[in-house]
C-alpha cells in the first residue's frame, strides 16, 4: 500500500522556521519527490522538488528561503523552511512521481498545515 505521510507543520510567526517531513512506502521506484502547496481559495503550486539523482527545483517564492532534501535509501524527505512569511500559510503536500508502463504517476500524502502569523 502506497504510503506518503507528512509532518512538521505547525503554528509560527513571521520569520521563523519549520521543517517539514515526508515518509513514503510501498513505492519500488521513485523519480522526483516534491512538495506543494494550497492556500485557501488559491491553486494549488509547486514549492520545491528533488530527483533521485539529488537535482532540486524552487519556486520563486521558495528560492534562498527553503532547502529541499532526500534519503533515497530511508525514502523520505524534508524540507527547511526558513523567513517564513505570512504568504507562505498553505496547506504542504508531499508528493511522488513514480515510472509505470508508459509514463509516470503521482502519489499524494494528505498534508501538513502551516500558519504564518504575522
Known amino acids: 500500500q502506497v504510503q506518503l505521510v507528512e509532518s512538521g507543520g505547525g503554528l509560527v510567526q513571521a520569520g521563523g522556521s519549520l521543517r517539514l517531513s515526508c515518509v513514503v512506502s510501498g513505492i519500488l521506484q521513485i523519480n522526483t519527490l516534491g512538495w506543494y502547496r494550497q492556500a485557501p481559495g488559491k491553486q494549488r503550486e509547486l514549492v520545491a522538488s528533488?530527483?533521485?539523482?539529488?537535482?532540486?527545483t524552487y519556486a520563486n517564492s521558495a528560492k534562498g528561503r527553503f532547502a529541499i532534501s532526500r534519503d533515497t535509501v530511508k525514502n523520505t524527505m524534508d524540507l527547511q523552511m526558513n523567513s517564513l512569511k505570512p504568504e507562505d500559510t498553505a496547506e504542504y503536500f508531499c508528493v511522488a512521481v513514480s515510472p509505470v508502463c508508459g509514463g509516470v504517476t503521482d502519489y499524494w500524502g494528505l498534508g501538513t498545515q502551516v500558519t504564518v502569523s504575522s
Open positions: 528533488i530527483t533521485s539523482d539529488g537535482s532540486t
